[in-house]
């Protein structure tokens, strides 16, 4: 995970997104979240590159980034910054919601994962959790087990909740389970939300439970000729 490592003040925001009319949107979004300021747009992966590398790039702390770019993926964007020495944080804001593509957003780096459509009060969730990271990793020397608990909890706190995700709960895999939910097209059992997961049955099961308690998942029954009724599960 790299931080950015911008000036006091305003947290500075690129939003990159081919679509014209999406990027005001989000770009109006941002503006309306205390905190934070809009440094600027780009509609493809070189217009944001071309913004990063200039002056005003040097000033960016996030980019908010969408996968499905007219000239490369948001991903392979992704890449391309980190060899160039470009270590500005990045919450992807995309329609992209395979499994695939979301794992490799966590392994490239990504702080947050944004699936469209999504509300004002969505945005403003990740960019708060974004900024509480922020403040957590201020100041120098070493950090107590606390501190870091506070700052791994940051972000997790933009999705699930610091309540909802006891010890040894992981962010991102909460996150990881719940777009295996909003992406499938009915419910689920356990055993498939870990095949599409890539996680264990066991993960996959605790994880789910922990949302169900929360409210965000839905449990029902599957009853066949025999035997013990299925649990399937499906996201609220």
């Known amino acids: 995970m790299t931080l950015g490592t911008g000036p006091g003040g305003p947290l500075e925001v690129l939003v990159v997104d081919d679509d014209v009319r999406v990027a005001r949107v989000n770009a109006a979004y941002v503006g309306k979240v205390a905190g934070f300021r809009v440094a ?4 493809t992966a070189a217009e944001a590159l071309a913004f990063l590398e200039g002056a005003q790039g040097a000033h960016v702390d996030l980019v908010l980034l969408d996968h499905y770019l007219p000239d490369e993926t948001g991903l392979s964007l992704v890449r391309r ?28 780096g990504a702080l947050q994962y944004l699936v469209k459509p ?12 974004y900024a509480a990271l922020r403040r957590a990793l201020e100041g120098d020397g070493e950090a107590g087990q606390d501190q870091v608990d506070r700052i791994f909890g940051a972000l997790g706190g933009a999705s699930a909740g610091p309540a909802e995700l006891p010890k040894g709960h992981s962010a991102l895999t909460a996150d990881l389970v719940r777009e295996v ?6 419910p689920l059992s356990a055993q498939e939300v870990a095949e599409r997961a890539s996680l264990s049955r066991q993960t996959a099961q605790r994880y789910l439970k922990l949302l169900e308690r929360t409210g965000r998942v839905r449990l029902s029954l599957k009853y066949g000729e025999t ?8 996201w609220v």
């Open 40 to 43: 600027g747009q780009a509609h």
């Open 81 to 108: 910054l980190r060899q160039l020495g470009h270590h500005t944080d990045i919450i992807m804001v995309t329609a992209a919601r395979d499994i695939a593509t979301v794992q490799a957003a966590m392994r490239h």
């Open 118 to 129: 999504f509300t004002f009060a969505g945005l403003r969730a990740k960019l708060e959790g």
């Open 181 to 186: 939910l909003r992406g499938a097209e009915g």
């Open 227 to 234: 035997g013990r009724p299925e649990h399937r599960y499906d």
